[in-house]
């Protein structure tokens, strides 16, 4: 069964400092992975994608990180902001069985003075 | 300005009563999906279209029906709401399909109550 693991569930960290929020997948075959950021009451928004050939994909302070043999993805925030307080949520594509979407449950992160 | 809406963002209905969300964008997309989000599970995958009159089924499809007759609109329709579809609804447009790279552009979500 296809499954996206992500973790930690919740995050609180100090503004400024980084973090790194983890995906672990068991979708095969792969097509891509993307990150999405979903502040609180609005739909997701997309931050990056990666495919099976790509190990590192930046936004501005968001780098994603892909290593497809081990089936991890990672996405690191620099000097976090205020404004960075929300749901990250990492979506796997398969090749197969149409354009069918496996969504991870998000992490929490929450930004605080 | 290119975005996906909802209709409406918040309704209260009755089990039984059926009910219509419509979903409409202006970016002439190709790719529509509708979404379901629930405390702890997260996004889940209603129906999706690839393109006019072509609709396929997500993980959660029961109790849901979907049309795809304009390409800019793809509503869902609730038969007999029953109170387990109470849930915040997305909808979601994309220039081509997620396997093809497609970046989804979601709307601003329905938070629709069954009692």
């Known amino acids: 069964k296809n499954q996206v693991e992500q973790s930690p569930q919740s995050l609180i960290i100090l503004e400024g400092k980084n973090c790194t929020l983890q995906?672990?997948?068991?979708?095969?075959?792969?097509?891509?992975l993307r990150w999405y950021k979903q502040d609180t009451g609005r739909g997701p928004v997309s931050l990056t994608i990666m495919t099976f050939s790509e190990n590192t994909k930046s936004n501005g302070r968001y780098t994603a990180t892909l290593d497809a043999d081990t089936k991890q993805s990672s996405l690191h925030i620099t000097a976090s902001q205020l404004s960075d307080s929300a749901s990250y949520i990492c979506?796997?594509?398969?090749?197969?069985?149409?354009?069918?979407?496996?969504f991870g449950t998000g992490t929490q992160l929450k930004v605080e003075l | 300005e290119a975005q996906v809406t909802q209709n409406p963002r918040y309704l209260i209905t009755v089990t039984g009563k059926k009910l219509t969300v419509t979903c409409s964008q202006n970016m002439n997309h190709e790719y529509m999906s509708w979404y379901r989000q629930d405390p702890g599970l997260g996004l889940r995958q209603i129906y999706y279209?690839?393109?006019?009159?072509?609709?396929d089924k997500g993980d959660v499809p029961e109790g849901y029906k979907v049309s795809r007759k304009e390409k800019r609109n793809f509503p869902l329709i609730l038969e007999s709401p029953s109170p387990n579809q109470t849930s915040l609804y997305f909808c979601?447009?994309?220039?081509?399909?997620?396997?093809?790279?497609?970046?989804?552009?979601f709307g601003p979500g329905t938070r629709l109550t069954v009692l």
């Open positions: 995906c672990n997948y068991t979708v095969s075959p792969f097509s891509n």
């Open positions: 979601a447009s994309s220039i081509k399909g997620p396997r093809a790279g497609g970046t989804q552009y």
């Open positions: 979506v796997v594509t398969s090749t197969g069985g149409g354009n069918k979407l496996t």
């Open positions: 279209s690839m393109n006019v009159e072509v609709t």
